[in-house]
């Protein structure tokens, strides 16, 4: 093995770096002889990528003088490998030398990068993945889960070792903006722009986390908001946005392709698209987890603009990463600024009772539920109103749960976590009652005196509404119910209830259907099936 080892070593090494070639081989066994063919093919294209580069004069310095190499490579005494181990050097030698600036500063002041040594205790309590959701927040998208899990390991479970180690893979990877990276190499890293700007040592280190300075770019793959200018390249363009909204919603970028180019190229027309069809799954999310629903609220105090709706399927699809939903909901809100326009950015206020209609509540859930003389306002107004109350719901409820950590240190809080609670009690029934405010004018819209249509209803509503108006078409029919020949016709056509097959529901299986039937059933009534419709026939003989 170790004479194959040689052999290519000899064979491939000028012009191949001798540690990128031992990483390659490491995937190889080279004891079997498929394995050495399919090394040399992975081998031979970086070979003569390499000789072409040294026959354009690529200078692995970075310092540009690409004349004097070539003066340097006509002398006999030198060769490319001297002068690119001494460009390695100094790389390695700016790079040992930022570090240990960094790390004496840090030392002869005798303070932790957490700047507080109570908070760092706290910090270093705290489980794995708490641990790796504040890395999280700290490198903003920078850096993976999987590396952030893999540096804490690595770090023993340290959290200011593995925020260290973190912002060193954030400051050694990011470019500036005009594309060359923040830590540049060859001489151009003793440079004045280039050099560690380090404040006075009698400062608090509050700010010793930016202490490095210099500009920042977005996560990888770059935000395509925030693209320069001067890039013209459609097709690069066009992938950077579809791999930006891959990335952070969990899609293939063969999914996201298709319906970014039905949408005219619009990075907001192609998140609101994605995001229609998991409306429901957000809003059910939402109500089951109180963590999503917090989550939820907070990102829509910073984007008052979304609708409670799409702020939910954000945070739902892209769990547990608040910054990827934050970065999602810019996009989605983001307008091009015209050149030489001004700007209004508009100041929002939490809505307060009024605004709710809360104290129309009252009015809303004595409203009689199957009246048909609704006017098209109407329908308007009590709609607004029931998603006017599932959002106050959900910021209670945010409340409340935000209140009760709290009341953990402080019990004083324990009251205002009993307030909250209240509240979100109040408001759901009030939600309650104007869902089935809008089920009943949605029912009453599309149905007929011997037929209901609960399409867009949902379970429970669907359920409640069945009932009532089975009775009702029972009741309607007064003697014709036992009179023998005459309310035969009447009881033989029966009152049909339109269920669906289901098609879109989750998993394609029908929700409706069952529980509707079931509900029926249980009440005393024969029913008959018919596909999607269900037939009520009358009362089940005893």
């Not at 899990?149 to 770090?155: E, G, I, S």
């Not at 395509?224 to 363009?237: M, R």
């Not at 308007?380 to 953990?408: C, E, N, P, T």
């Amino acid at each position: 093995m170790d004479d194959i080892h040689t052999t290519l070593e000899a064979d491939y090494c000028p012009p191949l770096d001798t540690a990128l070639l031992s990483a390659i081989l490491s995937d190889y066994d080279l004891t079997e002889e498929s394995d050495v063919r399919s090394a040399r093919e992975a081998l031979d294209p970086l070979k003569e990528y390499a000789l072409l580069e040294e026959q354009l004069g690529f200078d692995p310095s970075g310092t540009g003088a690409q004349d004097h190499g070539a003066r340097l490579a006509a002398r006999p005494e030198s060769c490319p490998e001297t002068s690119e181990n001494l460009s390695r050097e100094t790389d390695l030698t700016s790079l040992s030398t930022d570090l240990s600036s960094l790390d004496r500063d840090r030392r002869s002041e005798g303070v932790s990068i957490l700047g507080d040594k109570d908070i760092a205790r706290e910090l270093e309590k705290q489980d794995n993945e708490t641990k790796i959701q504040l890395l999280e927040q700290v490198v903003d998208g920078r850096v993976s889960r999987s590396q952030i899990a893999f540096t804490l390991k690595k770090c023993n479970g340290g959290f200011e070792r593995a925020i260290d180690e973190l912002l060193n893979h954030v400051h050694f990877g990011e470019s500036g903006e005009d594309g060359t990276k923040i830590l540049a190499k060859g001489i151009d890293a003793f440079s004045e722009e280039n050099t560690v700007r380090r404040g006075r040592k009698g400062k608090a280190r509050k700010k010793g986390l930016d202490a490095v300075g210099g500009p920042r770019s977005g996560s990888l793959p770059s935000s395509p908001l925030h693209s320069s200018p001067s890039t013209s390249n459609a097709w690069q363009d066009s992938k950077n946005d579809i791999e930006f909204i891959a990335t952070r919603m969990g899609l293939d970028s063969a999914t996201v392709g298709p319906k970014y180019h039905k949408c005219g190229a619009s990075v907001p027309k192609t998140i609101g698209e994605l995001l229609k069809t998991k409306l429901t799954e957000g809003n059910e999310a939402i109500e089951e987890d109180p963590i999503k629903a917090v989550n939820a609220h907070e990102l829509h105090l910073e984007f008052p603009s979304l609708r409670s709706d799409y702020v939910a399927a954000l945070v739902s699809v892209t769990y547990p990463s608040t910054a990827a939903a934050h970065e999602l909901a810019k996009a989605l809100t983001y307008r091009p600024i015209e050149r030489g326009g001004i700007e209004i950015v508009p100041i929002y206020e939490r809505p307060d009772s009024e605004t709710l209609g809360l104290d129309t509540a009252r009015a809303v859930s004595e409203a009689p539920r199957h009246s048909s003389s609704a006017t098209p306002s109407e329908d308007i107004d009590v709609a607004q109103r029931a998603s006017a109350y599932a959002s106050a719901r959900s910021a209670a409820l945010a409340q409340a749960f935000a209140a009760h950590r709290k009341a953990k240190s402080d019990r004083l809080m324990g009251g205002a976590a009993a307030y909250y609670g209240q509240e979100y009690r109040k408001l759901t029934a009030l939600s309650s009652a104007a869902s089935a405010a809008v089920a009943d004018q949605r029912a009453s819209s599309q149905s007929t005196s011997n037929q209901l249509d609960l399409h867009g209803i949902d379970v429970r509503n669907a359920v409640r509404i069945v009932e009532q108006r089975v009775e009702g078409w029972w009741a309607s029919l007064g003697e014709n119910r036992a009179n023998g020949r005459i309310g035969a016709s009447n009881r033989h056509a029966g009152y049909e209830v339109v269920v669906g097959r289901g098609t879109h529901s989750e998993g394609g299986r029908s929700k409706l259907g069952p529980a509707v039937s079931k509900a029926l059933k249980n009440a005393g009534w024969k029913i008959e099936l018919d596909g999607p419709v269900i037939v009520v026939k009358g009362r089940a003989r005893a």
